[in-house]
């Protein structure tokens, strides 16, 4: 064991010098020294070969205890032992990768080593006294994404009872941005730190959120995932549960709450952005040099575009009246007006970055009295909008197909009764399919009556409501663009962007993946070195900003059950990879030994490399992605808010220009596909691509 995490620990230094060294090599990138990158996380201080040893025991121990627990088939221990593994899995990686920031982070992984072994001692005994304690709690979930043993906080009110029948209200409280936050400093904070919000009566969740992401990609999924976990082992109200936080944080409660909406009984954002382009500072002339589908991917995140979502989620900002942060209260205000909204704001009357007091007391009292009337379950007016599928529901209104991804898409939908019918009236933007319905109980449908839909005043007669006060209507347009009752029939072969499988590159890395290494020999040398470097990079990065550890096989070792469970991240071409080889001759961009083919264009296979993310040709319900792992690169992690897909659902790199800390190599084409996953008719010809190019903002958030 010992042996093993030394070796370990030298990769993973040799490693981080190594992307250091190769951020900073970048010069041309930036105006001048002070502008270059620095690593994110920092690199960690040198260990005392004591303190070294004594965490080596400790893990050794620990690991011993978790290997009596899983040889147990018990299913109540099976369910907790990964509020034992997060203890472990925390003061492993700060050992094996260098990340103990100061000396007492040393100090504090001894001590949840100790409570790692406490807890499991008390597990295989059959006990978990934790699981049923008040005040603060640290536990962890095995993330759906990598497997990974992903940890989170809790403050559990003294009014809770492990055996009683009250819900409980639930507060989920997003933290701000701290580069040195390893999951040591995360765990130790959490088991001694209330937190800036703690309401009677009330469960606050403190994610991890992966780290320092703005709780987007996979950090979003994290928030969702340690909601889940908790309503797994607490009673929870669906109905309210609110969303809450500050600076990078305030930043990411803007996030969830335009894009997760009908989840939440209020928000309460503080501080933080809510968009990219006037929080970077970017001019005109930055704007209008980047390629058209970049500037398109800014809609996947930026807030002010899904302000109306807002409608459905009482909200209330705050910012200091001197801090410049306030900016994102400014522009989600002027968003809200637009719709028709007037933003709720506190501000705190010559505060900087941080709440007043007055009004913090102010906010707790508001957002209380808003959960305390809960979440709206069947609204009679439903207003969304989207620019994707991956955001495509709000309450019993659910978008399946669009005419165009990244434009405006919008549905607003109103329920009427006449004395003979139910009526569902709907008006609908750039949107081709719709899901209309409500689970058991919840349909406001006299059951007695016929339901008409009226979508773009075309009259339809829709199903009736069921006993059970459920009902469902699926509509999609035909090719004349009229509007028809039921789902949309494609053929054996055809395929459809539909909600999670939509792109671009960055959307495999929110579900199940794996990446699928190449065990074959390919003629293109240079080719081969970049797969190999970028390969390495792409799980190396995974840990480091998104704190798990990727899944690797094989691609002689990728079994049925892989590819019916995950997305695959292949890396290599037809020649080196087998399940390149496989699908190869059915996708719409194809590497053969001369050329990469796209559409009539072909590009020198020599020097030129696909990655592209499209459905699997043998299991079209899941991902392939070629050659990338997430898009977003060194000089993207000083900044949460240049934090957006840096590439669309293809592009074709010519590495004759050398990987750096903002692309992986020259973006000579790039673009997405159409709404059927074909190609563009419209792609660039080779060699006539601007590279493209990004602001050099450096400020943190």
Known sequence: MCDHLRQLRKLAIGAFFAIAVQSLASVQLFADDAARPSPVPPLGIEVPAADRA???????????????????????????????????????????????????DIAKAKELLQVGRMRAEQLLKGDSPWAKTTGLVVRGYTSKIDSSIQPYGLVVPPSYQADGSHKFRLDVWLHGRNEKLSEVNFLDERSKKPGEFTPPDTIVLHPYGRYCNTFKFAGEVDVLEAIEAVKRQYRIDDDRIAVRGFSMGGAGCWHLAVHYTD???????????AESEQFLKMSDNEMAALPEWQRKLFSLYDCPLYAANLYHCPTIAYNGEDDPQKQAADVMEKALQNEGIALRRIVGPHTKHSYERDAKRTIDEAVSSIVDVGRERTPTEVHLVTYTLRYNHMDWVQIDGLAEHWAESRVNAAISSTDDQSVVTAATTNVTDLTLSFPPGWCPFDVAKPVQVSVDNE???????????????????????????????????????????????????MDSF???????????????????????????????????EVRVKDDTAVTDGDIAASNLILWGDEESNAVIKRINEKLPIRWDSENVVVGQEKYPAADRVPVLIYPNPLNPQRY??????FTFRETDYMNNARQIPRLPDWAIIDIRTPPDAIQPGKI????????????NPTVPKPNKNKTASSTSETNST
């Open 459 to 509: 009259e339809l007669d829709a199903p009736r409501a069921f006993s059970d006060r459920s009902w469902q209507c699926k509509l999609h347009q035909d090719d004349q663009h009229q509007w028809k009752i039921g789902a949309r029939e494609l053929g054996k072969n055809e395929l459809r962007k539909r909600p999670g499988l939509q792109g671009p590159i960055d959307d495999a890395f």
């Open 624 to 629: 392939v992605v070629f050659n990338s792992g």
């Open 668 to 679: 000579e084409a790039a673009g997405f596909f159409g709404e059927a996953w074909e190609l």
């Open 263 to 273: 989840r939440w009984a209020a928000a309460a954002p503080g501080a933080g952005f």
């Open 54 to 104: 004594e965490l080596e025991r400790g893990l050794a121990a620990l690991d011993a205890s978790l290997k009596e627990l899983s040889a147990s088939n018990v299913e109540h221990i099976q369910s907790l032992v990964p509020d034992v593994q997060v203890f472990q899995r925390a003061v492993s990686s700060a050992v094996l990768n260098n990340e103990f920031f100061d000396s007492a």
């Open 514 to 548: 794996i990446i699928v290494r190449p065990t074959g020999k390919s003629a293109r040398g240079v080719a081969n070195q970049w797969v190999k470097s970028e390969m390495d990079r792409a799980i190396r990065e995974w840990r480091r900003q998104f704190r798990g």
